[in-house]
Each structure stands twice: as C-alpha cells, then as structure tokens.
C-alpha cells in the first residue's frame, strides 16, 4: 500500500512540473504586457559593473516575434494569395506594449511571426521632377522610418545606447536575386544605390513622433531643425560586404536634463537642396538589438554647439 501512494505521488509530481515549465515557455515567447515601471525593474537585466556601469536595457530581437495589433495604421498583408488582408499589426502612432516597453512607430515598421527577424523597416530616396514658373528641377523624394520607446532619462549622467542591425543594399538586392519571377528587376535604373543610409537617435521629452501622417504610403520623417544638438546624435552606415551587412552603432549622450523616451529615425541618403544629382538608393534594415548602458556623467560626450542642424534643406546632425 505505501508503494502505491509513493508512485501515485511521484507521477502527480513529475505531472505538475511538466505543466509549469510548458506553461513557462509560452509565456517567454509571447509579447509582455507590463508598464514601463516594471518592465525597468523585472524585464532589463540591471547589470552593475566595478566600473559603476548599468545595463538598462537590452533587448534581443534578432527573431521571429508576431507584431502586435492597434498601433493605429491599416496596411495589407499575406502569406499566399488566399491570405491577403487588412492588418493594423505594425508600430505606429498609438502606443503598443511590446516586450516590457511602450513603441510607437512612423511609417509601420514591423515585425513578422515567419518572414523576417528583428524590427523590419524601408527607406529609399529617388528622384522627383518639379515644374516651377517653367523651370525643371530635380528634388528628393524620400522615404524614412522611425520608432520611439519610452524610457526614462535622468539629467547629469551618460547614457551609451548601441543598436544592432542588419541593412541591405535594396537595388543591389533587386538586381542579384535569384527567383525565377524577376518582376523587380526594373523598379530602379541603376545597379546599386548611390549613397548609405543614416541612423539617428534623439532623446526626447516626449515618445510621439511629429510628422504629417505616420500611415502613409511614402512616409517621410525627421528630427525637428530645432532639435538641441546635444540629445541628437547620427552615424551614417558604411557597407563594407556587398551589400548586404549587419552594423553595430553606438551612441554616447551626456544628459543635462532629463528625457522620457528615445526616437531611432532611418534616414536614406539625400541631395543637398538645389543639387543637380540626386542619390538613388533604397535599403532594407532589420533592427535586432537595442541596448542602453547608464554610466557615471562624461563630459566629452557633451554637445555644446548652438547652430542649427537643418543645412540647406537636407537635415545634418553630427
């Protein structure tokens, strides 16, 4: 009789467990839903160091991750034919909780539950002919992206952000593909794109991301002119391999103030205003990391120029 309830006992036990650790990994898969309060103190990983270091934040996406839905843009979608629909699964004006932070988006960028990994975002820049008073010009006609995440800024202390990502070359890519169905092979007229894109990230006092319309087709944005030049701070992105390559970008900010989020804007590369060439060039960034490291205030990290960043029409921030 005892080596009945001992077995009985060992198999409800060994039943429980199994059901706590299935039910464990569902949950680390899915999207968390807490507020940035709790996100800061259960989901970063506050990692001090000697050197009086924290890791604030770090966020691996580099994976397959399903976007959530009602960030307030509508665009189509599909797997197949039979699947196409209409979704609002993409970061945009409306806040969404994805993995512990508050996102909002312009121009939808995206994750996807199978095609892709990491945050998938579209910039592109092409030539437009204008007609003024009987003269023709050529103007940019950009494409841009950006994402902000809530996230607190204390004042008198550096923050390092890093990002990772991997960026390919659009028109390169149009060009070299294999697939049978070569439909793309004439959206662009040359053989690669004519210049590199630019990532730029503001700490701002606000997450919403100013702009005439986050949902349209050929969404535009970027940082305002007037935006102080120590809390904006961009890389252009060299492409080494051809042409196609992942890039890790850090940036250094040394607060004076305090922020409440963090903008990331994609920039394709544009004309300065009244040039005679325009860059064409078009690239895919699959955003898979950001991470945030608090360390003890460096000055030399400051920014302390006043002029204005806005440089005869094409926005340039060191």
Same mark, same amino acid.
């Given at each position: 009789?005892?080596?009945?309830?001992?077995?009985? +006992?060992?198999?409800?036990?060994?039943?429980?467990?199994?059901?706590?650790?299935?039910?464990?990994?569902?949950?680390?898969?899915?999207?968390?839903?807490?507020?940035?309060?709790? +996100? $800061?103190?259960?989901?970063?990983?506050?990692?001090?160091?000697?050197?009086?270091?924290?890791?604030?934040?770090?966020?691996?996406?580099?994976?397959?991750?399903?976007?959530?839905?009602?960030?307030?843009?509508?665009?189509?979608?599909?797997?197949?034919?039979?699947?196409?629909?209409? +979704?609002?699964?993409?970061?945009?004006?409306?806040?969404?909780?994805?993995?512990?932070?508050?996102?909002?988006?312009?121009?939808?960028?995206?994750?996807?539950?199978?095609?892709?990994?990491?945050?998938?975002?579209?910039?592109?820049?092409?030539?437009?002919?204008?007609?003024?008073?009987?003269?023709?010009?050529?103007?940019?006609?950009?494409?841009?992206?950006?994402?902000?995440?809530?996230?607190?800024?204390?004042?008198? $202390?550096?923050?390092?952000?890093?990002?990772?990502?991997?960026?390919?070359?659009?028109?390169?890519?149009?060009?070299?593909?294999?697939?049978?169905?070569?439909?793309?092979?004439?959206?662009?007229? $040359? =053989?690669?794109?004519?210049?590199?894109?630019? $990532?730029?990230?503001?700490?701002?006092?606000?997450?919403?991301?100013?702009?005439?319309?986050?949902?349209?087709?050929?969404?535009?944005?970027?940082?305002?002119?007037?935006?102080?030049?120590?809390?904006?701070?961009?890389?252009?992105?060299?492409?080494?391999?051809?042409?196609?390559?992942?890039?890790?970008?850090?940036?250094?900010?040394?607060?004076?103030?305090?922020?409440?989020?963090?903008?990331?804007?994609?920039? =394709?590369?544009?004309?300065?205003?009244?040039?005679?060439?325009?860059?064409?060039?078009?690239?895919?960034?699959?955003?898979?990391?950001?991470?945030?490291?608090?360390?003890?205030?460096?000055? +030399?990290?400051?920014?302390?120029?006043?002029?204005?960043?806005?440089?005869?029409?094409?926005?340039?921030?060191?």
């Amino acid at each position: 009789m005892k080596k009945t309830l001992i077995i009985f +006992s060992s198999i409800l036990l060994l039943g429980c467990t199994s059901t706590n650790d299935l039910i464990y990994s569902q949950d680390e898969a899915l999207p968390l839903t807490t507020d940035l309060d709790q +996100s $800061v103190n259960s989901h970063s990983k506050l990692l001090a160091n000697g050197l009086g270091e924290v890791t604030l934040m770090d966020l691996n996406i580099e994976r397959s991750l399903i976007n959530p839905d009602g960030g307030g843009c509508t665009f189509t979608t599909g797997y197949s034919v039979e699947n196409i629909h209409e +979704s609002t699964a993409a970061f945009g004006p409306n806040p969404l909780s994805f993995l512990g932070y508050t996102f909002r988006g312009y121009g939808k960028p995206r994750t996807d539950g199978f095609l892709w990994k990491g945050i998938r975002i579209n910039i592109e820049n092409l030539p437009k002919t204008t007609i003024n008073r009987g003269q023709t010009t050529l103007t940019n006609n950009p494409q841009s992206n950006a994402i902000s995440i809530e996230h607190p800024f204390k004042a008198n $202390v550096t923050y390092q952000i890093t990002l990772k990502a991997w960026i390919t070359d659009h028109i390169w890519e149009t060009k070299n593909n294999n697939r049978d169905n070569r439909l793309d092979d004439d959206d662009y007229d $040359v =053989p690669q794109s004519e210049g590199f894109p630019t $990532v730029g990230i503001e700490l701002a006092n606000s997450p919403t991301i100013n702009g005439d319309d986050p949902c349209e087709a050929r969404p535009f944005v970027q940082p305002s002119p007037f935006v102080v030049r120590n809390y904006y701070k961009s890389q252009k992105v060299i492409l080494t391999k051809p042409y196609s390559d992942i890039k890790e970008m850090t940036f250094n900010f040394s607060t004076k103030e305090s922020k409440n989020a963090f903008i990331i804007y994609f920039l =394709p590369e544009l004309a300065e205003r009244g040039a005679a060439f325009i860059p064409k060039n078009a690239f895919k960034i699959s955003l898979s990391r950001i991470k945030i490291v608090e360390k003890p205030f460096d000055p +030399s990290h400051v920014v302390t120029s006043t002029s204005p960043c806005n440089n005869n029409g094409g926005f340039r921030c060191p």
